[in-house]
């Protein structure tokens, strides 16, 4: 039961960093239809700024704060720069894009910080609770990933629901052609969509980073799990997208503690085509699709 118990908790916290990269993924495709193949390689500019800004200064809260203010800045610059002037024309160009992106990004990763992997402090203790006398594999680090991507989601769900520039990006996403009759700055919503989504990459590379060793390739499975949580949930679902994330989590922690770790690959792929098999456009999205 201890195991269980374990496995479960262990599970709870890696889906909530699965479902912060399935919330950025979500983000773009809701405002762009883009998939971000390049949000494994932002993500980890953001978490080496924030590794720099803690060695300059010895405040991790600094370096948490930076991370997530140059997510903001390249995740409109990103929009800006590359995704606008291909808006319009084929629907690969801006996949390709983001596949030309993502090589670049982690050049500039290697060139500049080298591709010796190196720790990453956590805010909070490593430490198991201690519940009498038994230790449980959940720390004071993994309830503060826990509770602030829930507070992401929670935040993103009010500006979308009850905030007029929340209620501006869907419907720029939705019916472009509509919004710009009716005032609203589509390019603007648009640059803000890739902005608030590369905000919430920084915040998942940030809190994975402690369990991970960072480098410039390390995040790749990052990416891929939050990529299957995000279809999972559906890729027009923002709920759907956390959902998925800690469905995944709780999934992948039962297959490496019961089956072992090198099956988690394996699981992953076959909770993916299990998916798109039986309902394509995700589990948590809704019977009707949104026309574009």
Known sequence: MTRFLDLTLSGISTGAVYAAVALALVLIWRATRVVNFAQGAMLMITTFIALAVINATGSYWLGFVAALLSGLVLGAVVERVLIRPVEGGPPLNP????????????????????????????????????????????????????????????????????????????????????????????????????????????????????????????????????????????????PGAVIGGLVLGLALSYVSGYEGSTLVPLAALAILVIVLMVRPTGLFAATRERRV
């Open 95 to 238: 996949v390709i894009v983001t596949l030309g992106l993502y090589t670049l990004l982690v050049a500039v990763g290697g060139m500049i910080w080298g591709n010796t992997p190196r720790s990453f402090p956590a805010p909070f203790s490593l430490r198991g609770y201690r519940v009498g006398g038994t230790t449980l594999l959940f720390t004071p680090n993994d309830t503060f990933i826990v509770l602030i991507v829930l507070a992401l989601a929670l935040g993103l769900a009010v500006l979308f629901r009850a905030t007029p520039i929340g209620l501006q990006m869907r419907a720029a996403a939705f019916r472009p052609e509509v919004a710009r009759l009716l005032g609203v700055r589509v390019g603007r919503m648009f640059t803000l969509g890739w902005a608030l989504a590369a905000v919430a990459g920084a915040l998942a590379g940030v809190l994975i980073a402690p369990s991970v060793f960072l480098g410039p390739n390390n995040f790749d499975p990052i990416l891929i799990s939050g990529f299957v949580a995000a279809v999972l949930g559906g890729l027009d679902s923002p």
